[in-house]
């Protein structure tokens, strides 16, 4: 009997056999003493905000304690906080004044980015260097001058007496994060939506947009960062709980005494507005996982 | 449904650079023309000319009759196939299909009930609501013939879009687009580089070379009656083969000896010179057989060659022989279809050597001398000074 050659049969992947694949350890195993770096370098990073919590969560002479377990734990300084109107409505500021910061740092900076991105202009890395050198200007240097200035044409104590200025570091850190985005679009896409029967604006809102959104999330990130921590001009340009934002809010917080300094609310505060950042940051960690754009194009 | 018509188009970039040098073209209604010719010869230009992509800087470009010189390309109602597919990524297959047809504000049941049935056609059903990252080349690439049908458009332009798939699906997909266009009897326009692609598609084929428009044809024409040396060369493969010689009264010198001249060829040539006269002849490979399988009825020569090299392709073999060239093989045009081609340093390219398709049963080795035979009614004859064909029957380019 003649032997014919027989192809074995092609095993279909099954969710086992993808397991298996999957299994597969991608690299040389961990060392041991890489765990000890990294357990290090976590407890350096997270100890103080640790001691701010523990803090937090003291009162009375309780405070002066270095334990590293809060003695008598309670929530009395946060309950106090919420109470203090003063905190209360920084808050509030805090928050419209970051979301319009961030909003129009968004709006604003995604045409320019695009402008920046796609036109043949001359002179467009000129433009992109000058942007960035004055994200570099030291606040200072404009504080006394706009301090002057708001107090002149009524912008002082006002929401926009801030957003007005956050944006100027706001908007050239959008611009310059969203050009490399855009950058990276392929052209193809836009001219397919063109051809599709878009406008120019449809063919950016419906397809790069949606693409730059990984961008927006990063840029929008840093942005809020930003505004929802700046200090300096927020102390000087702000003299009541009617713009005054929760950093410079919380510099004002006085204890029992004018001469007691209120470590207790302070922490408590300080843990207050640094939660919806680490929300934030968590939530849009995913949407900044890059990737978004394959198969756009041949793969 | 609309004709196309170039009428005298440039396109110069603002270096000075000219694209398309001013081109005249009419593409009738429900005709498939094929733009084809060598990279950067301006025949994607043209095409994004049509679509509105580029602007056009001299003459009138009209579609359906009108002038769409200063129209946006939303507004000229033309669909467009890109050669990387340029899929919205973030959209479903189902999404990318119906966007057009979403920013025309069309009813919901109608985008539904158009994208169903084009998915039928291209047998995407079953990926409707995936994103384009997870199709294989070939899925994506029918999504993107999809999302030009499900608009019913004036007219379908196509850049090179099978150029990324590998060469079996390339094949199966030719013959998708091919029945596509003659069910829809929309207007095409294909861009190719790949003239394989241009003679089994088109109803006509444009062929370009650096911004000039050489010869427009049906493809069965441009093969039997090249206008030049470019188009004779760019069209067919293998190669057309060339070699210097000289005509003289009634024989034509070639370098496999003194030929006589068929009566069509002479009568052909004879309005074009008296005399002697150096040219250069071009015979197709299928032009040259082994003696033994010469066929009858027709006239030829019999000439004996070094075989230098066979390869079997199964049905036929190519014979690549040597043959002695005292006539020195100069053309401007020549070197340039040798540059357009990447082989201008290859040296057998030049004058020297030449294939013939033999039948399989023959026993042509390499190595040999073989008696090869020269069909030489289908000789063609070249004008060294600037190319142009001097046996051409007629000469009617461009003409719609």
């Given at each position: 009997?003649?032997?014919?050659?027989?192809?074995?049969?092609?095993?279909t992947?099954?969710?086992?056999?993808?397991?298996?694949?999957?299994?597969?350890?991608?690299?040389?195993?961990?060392?041991?003493?890489?765990?000890?770096?990294?357990?290090?370098?976590?407890?350096?990073?997270?100890?103080?905000?640790?001691?701010?919590?523990?803090?937090?969560?003291k009162?009375?002479?309780?405070?002066?304690s270095?334990?590293?377990?809060p003695?008598?734990?309670?929530?009395?300084?946060?309950?106090?906080?919420?109470?203090?109107?003063?905190?209360?409505?920084?808050?509030?500021?805090?928050?419209?004044?970051?979301l319009s910061?961030?909003?129009?740092?968004?709006?604003?900076?995604?045409f320019?980015?695009?402008?920046?991105?796609?036109?043949k202009?001359?002179?467009?890395?000129?433009i992109?260097?000058?942007?960035?050198?004055?994200?570099?200007?030291?606040?200072?240097?404009?504080?006394?001058?706009?301090?002057?200035?708001?107090?002149?044409?009524?912008?002082?104590?006002?929401?926009?007496?801030?957003?007005?200025?956050?944006?100027?570091?706001?908007?050239?850190?959008?611009?310059?994060?969203?050009?490399?985005?855009?950058k990276?679009?392929?052209?193809?896409?836009?001219?397919?939506?063109?051809?599709?029967?878009a406008?120019?604006?449809?063919?950016?809102?419906?397809?790069?947009?949606?693409?730059?959104?990984?961008?927006?999330?990063?840029?929008?990130?840093?942005?809020?960062?930003?505004?929802?921590?700046?200090?300096?001009?927020?102390?000087?340009?702000?003299?009541?709980?009617?713009?005054?934002t929760?950093?410079?809010?919380?510099?004002?917080?006085?204890?029992?005494?004018?001469?007691?300094?209120?470590?207790?609310?302070?922490?408590?505060?300080?843990?207050?507005?640094?939660?919806?950042?680490?929300?934030?940051?968590?939530?849009?960690?995913k949407?900044?996982?890059?990737?978004?754009?394959?198969?756009?194009?041949?793969? | 449904?609309?004709?196309?018509?170039?009428?005298?188009?440039?396109?110069?970039?603002?270096?000075?650079?000219?694209?398309?040098?001013?081109?005249?073209?009419?593409?009738?209604?429900?005709?498939?023309?094929?733009?084809?010719?060598?990279?950067?010869?301006?025949?994607?230009?043209?095409?994004?000319?049509?679509?509105?992509?580029?602007?056009?800087?001299e003459?009138?470009?009209?579609?359906?009759?009108?002038?769409?010189?200063?129209l946006?390309?939303?507004?000229?109602?033309?669909?467009?196939?890109?050669?990387?597919?340029?899929?919205?990524?973030?959209?479903?297959?189902?999404?990318n299909?119906?966007?057009?047809?979403?920013?025309?504000?069309?009813?919901?049941?109608?985008?539904?009930?158009?994208?169903?049935?084009?998915?039928?056609?291209?047998?995407?059903?079953?990926?409707?609501?995936?994103?384009?990252?997870?199709?294989?080349?070939?899925?994506?690439?029918?999504?993107?013939?999809?999302?030009?049908?499900?608009?019913?458009?004036?007219?379908?332009?196509?850049?090179?879009?099978?150029?990324?798939?590998?060469?079996?699906?390339?094949?199966?997909?030719?013959?998708?687009?091919?029945?596509?266009?003659?069910?829809?009897?929309?207007?095409?326009?294909?861009?190719?580089?790949?003239?394989?692609?241009?003679?089994?598609?088109?109803?006509?084929?444009?062929?370009?070379?650096?911004?000039?428009?050489?010869?427009?044809?049906?493809?069965?024409?441009?093969?039997?009656?090249?206008?030049?040396?470019?188009?004779?060369?760019?069209?067919?493969?293998?190669a057309m083969?060339?070699?210097?010689?000289?005509?003289?009264?009634?024989?034509?010198?070639?370098?496999?000896?003194?030929?006589?001249?068929?009566?069509?060829?002479?009568?052909?040539?004879?309005?074009?010179?008296?005399?002697?006269?150096?040219?250069?002849?071009?015979?197709?490979?299928?032009?040259?057989?082994?003696?033994?399988?010469?066929?009858?009825?027709?006239?030829?020569?019999?000439?004996?060659?070094?075989?230098?090299?066979?390869?079997?392709?199964?049905?036929?073999?190519?014979?690549?022989?040597?043959?002695?060239?005292?006539?020195?093989?100069?053309?401007?045009?020549?070197?340039?279809?040798?540059?357009?081609?990447?082989?201008?340093?290859?040296?057998?390219?030049?004058?020297?050597?030449?294939?013939?398709?033999?039948?399989?049963?023959?026993?042509?080795?390499?190595?040999?001398?073989?008696?090869?035979?020269?069909?030489?009614?289908?000789?063609?004859?070249?004008?060294?000074?600037?190319?142009?064909?001097?046996t051409?029957?007629?000469?009617?380019?461009?003409?719609?």
């Amino acid at each position: 009997m003649a032997s014919v050659a027989t192809t074995p049969k092609p095993t279909t992947t099954t969710p086992e056999v993808a397991k298996k694949r999957k299994a597969r350890p991608a690299g040389p195993k961990t060392p041991w003493w890489m765990w000890i770096v990294i357990a290090a370098i976590v407890v350096f990073c997270l100890f103080p905000f640790y001691w701010l919590i523990n803090i937090s969560l003291k009162t009375g002479n309780d405070l002066l304690s270095s334990s590293l377990f809060p003695p008598n734990p309670t929530l009395d300084n946060y309950r106090s906080i919420f109470k203090n109107p003063d905190f209360t409505k920084a808050l509030r500021n805090s928050a419209v004044v970051a979301l319009s910061t961030t909003v129009l740092a968004l709006m604003v900076g995604s045409f320019c980015a695009y402008a920046l991105a796609r036109l043949k202009l001359r002179g467009k890395g000129v433009i992109l260097a000058i942007v960035l050198t004055i994200s570099t200007f030291p606040q200072i240097a404009i504080a006394a001058p706009l301090f002057k200035l708001w107090s002149d044409i009524g912008l002082f104590n006002t929401w926009l007496g801030l957003i007005i200025p956050y944006l100027t570091f706001a908007l050239p850190l959008s611009v310059y994060i969203l050009v490399s985005f855009f950058k990276e679009i392929p052209r193809d896409l836009e001219e397919a939506a063109l051809v599709d029967g878009a406008t120019h604006f449809q063919a950016f809102r419906k397809v790069v947009v949606p693409l730059a959104a990984p961008g927006l999330a990063t840029a929008g990130i840093l942005t809020f960062i930003g505004a929802w921590n700046e200090f300096l001009l927020a102390v000087t340009l702000t003299s009541s709980s009617k713009a005054r934002t929760v950093p410079a809010a919380i510099a004002f917080f006085t204890g029992a005494t004018e001469h007691e300094v209120a470590y207790g609310s302070i922490s408590a505060a300080s843990v207050v507005i640094s939660v919806p950042l680490i929300l934030l940051v968590l939530f849009f960690q995913k949407r900044i996982v890059a990737g978004l754009t394959a198969g756009a194009v041949k793969g | 449904m609309a004709e196309i018509e170039f009428d005298d188009v440039v396109k110069r970039y603002p270096d000075g650079f000219e694209a398309v040098k001013h081109m005249s073209l009419g593409i009738r209604d429900a005709e498939f023309m094929i733009l084809v010719g060598p990279s950067g010869c301006g025949k994607s230009t043209a095409l994004r000319m049509i679509a509105g992509l580029e602007d056009i800087s001299e003459g009138d470009l009209k579609i359906g009759g009108e002038v769409v010189n200063d129209l946006a390309p939303k507004d000229r109602d033309i669909a467009m196939v890109f050669q990387n597919y340029a899929l919205y990524p973030h959209m479903t297959v189902r999404e990318n299909m119906g966007f057009a047809l979403k920013l025309r504000k069309a009813p919901q049941d109608e985008i539904k009930r158009r994208v169903d049935e084009a998915a039928k056609t291209l047998e995407l059903e079953q990926h409707l609501e995936r994103k384009p990252a997870n199709l294989s080349g070939g899925q994506r690439q029918r999504v993107a013939m999809g999302r030009a049908i499900v608009r019913e458009p004036k007219a379908f332009l196509m850049d090179e879009p099978l150029s990324n798939l590998d060469a079996k699906l390339r094949v199966e997909m030719r013959a998708v687009v091919s029945r596509l266009q003659q069910r829809l009897e929309t207007t095409t326009v294909y861009v190719t580089h790949d003239q394989t692609e241009a003679m089994t598609l088109g109803d006509r084929v444009a062929v370009m070379r650096a911004g000039i428009l050489q010869q427009v044809d049906s493809p069965r024409e441009l093969y039997d009656n090249p206008r030049n040396i470019f188009v004779a060369g760019f069209i067919g493969s293998p190669a057309m083969n060339f070699f210097g010689g000289a005509i003289d009264g009634n024989v034509i010198h070639t370098p496999m000896g003194a030929v006589p001249l068929v009566d069509a060829l002479r009568r052909s040539l004879e309005s074009h010179s008296s005399g002697r006269k150096d040219v250069i002849i071009g015979v197709r490979p299928e032009d040259f057989e082994d003696a033994n399988f010469a066929p009858e009825g027709h006239e030829g020569w019999t000439f004996e060659a070094p075989i230098e090299l066979t390869e079997s392709m199964g049905a036929e073999i190519y014979a690549h022989f040597d043959f002695d060239s005292d006539a020195e093989l100069e053309s401007e045009e020549l070197r340039e279809l040798q540059e357009d081609a990447g082989t201008s340093d290859v040296p057998s390219s030049s004058s020297g050597h030449a294939v013939a398709r033999v039948d399989a049963g023959s026993g042509v080795t390499a190595g040999q001398r073989t008696k090869l035979w020269l069909n030489t009614e289908k000789i063609h004859v070249f004008d060294p000074s600037d190319g142009h064909s001097m046996t051409r029957v007629s000469d009617n380019v461009g003409a719609a």
